[in-house]
């Protein structure tokens, strides 16, 4: 792949990264749309627990016993990194498996 | 948007999960047909900006925020069936490692924000594409509009769902109602951050965008 597509994708991951870290934490911390919908319908208590809700990075780093400031950037770096590595794996195979489906693809 | 477990029976789940897991299957197959060497890492990348922008919450009215979906967002930067893997691969991780949405729930949330934003957010946003001008910035408009019909039209999924299976004893009525007032709100702020992130990227790099008028896959490394 061509030099210039590969720092387009890695400006775009310090971006993410700047998203996940910083600006997260100047967002809103009132419920989101559905969140708040079930709380005035009255059907926020319907919820069960999360199944891995003691898990390290559950509710964006609130077990990880820092500052929540620095919680939500481990939690933010790790989950950009995760959905990185997940996302571009999973193309990947696709990609291989679509290519043994039509031979005709040709490789450049 | 993630809905936890329990707003909406086992059963329901259960049915949403096998259609969700059916659109995946064909995403795949899809996806391996069409997808260029360079969109594999440009697919990773936009999976991990749909997650870092998700992490966003603005606000919308007192006591409510919102975040991105990024269904149209995906889908017009690499393509539908690979947008709608990229919801999927956010939504397990957000479900698995940060407790974000239900696992029970995972099918019901592909659903609304991948086969109804990203897939039909993406015809959508074809439609438009042929109103609006075929230009730079047509593409970045027309994004930001199918964004903006995405959000409410995903939440009319959560309300058809919850029709079937919702625990409770909310009023149908109202909560139709709500939903879709709220998530028209919402709606404005994912077709101006969409509508932001594809002009950007229009402007420097039109020939990765996937929804471009002019898009030709790797073909145009040829003429670079």
Do not use: C, K
């Amino acid at each position: 792949m061509d030099r210039r597509t590969w720092n387009f994708i890695i400006v775009g991951l310090v971006v993410a990264v700047l998203f996940a870290v910083g600006v997260s934490q100047l967002g809103s911390p009132n419920p989101d749309g559905l969140e708040y919908v079930a709380e005035r319908e009255g059907f926020i208590d319907t919820a069960d627990d999360h199944a891995f809700g003691d898990a390290p990075l559950a509710d964006y780093g609130a077990n990880l016993g820092g500052g929540d400031r620095v919680n939500t950037a481990i939690a933010g770096i790790a989950g950009v990194g995760i959905t990185l590595a997940v996302g571009w794996g999973l193309f990947l195979l696709a990609r291989r498996a679509g290519r043994r489906d039509t031979p005709h693809v040709t490789d450049r | 948007m993630h809905l936890p477990d329990g707003f909406i029976n086992g059963t329901t789940s259960a049915a949403a999960g096998v259609v969700a897991a059916g659109g995946v299957g064909v995403a795949l197959r899809q996806t391996g047909r069409y997808l260029s060497d360079r969109q594999v890492p440009l697919a990773g990348l936009v999976a991990a900006f749909v997650f870092a922008a998700q992490m966003f919450n603005f606000p919308v009215i007192s006591g409510m925020s919102g975040h991105l979906l990024g269904g149209v967002l995906a889908a017009v930067l690499v393509g539908p069936w690979a947008g709608l893997l990229i919801i999927t691969v956010v939504l397990v991780v957000q479900g698995v490692f940060f407790a974000d949405g239900g696992l029970s729930a995972l099918g019901l949330s592909v659903i609304n924000m991948g086969l109804i934003g990203a897939i039909l957010g993406y015809l959508i946003y074809r439609v438009l594409l042929r109103v609006t001008t075929r230009s730079d910035r047509g593409v970045a408009l027309s994004a930001g509009i199918a964004a903006l019909l995405s959000v409410p039209l995903a939440a009319l999924g959560f309300v058809v769902q919850f029709a079937i299976g919702g625990v409770g004893a909310a009023s149908m009525s109202t909560v139709f109602g709500t939903m879709l007032g709220t998530h028209l709100l919402i709606g404005f702020g994912e077709g101006i951050l969409t509508s932001l992130v594809v002009g950007a990227v229009m402007a420097s790099r039109p020939d990765l965008v996937y929804g471009a008028p002019g898009y030709q896959g790797d073909r145009t490394e040829e003429l670079v």
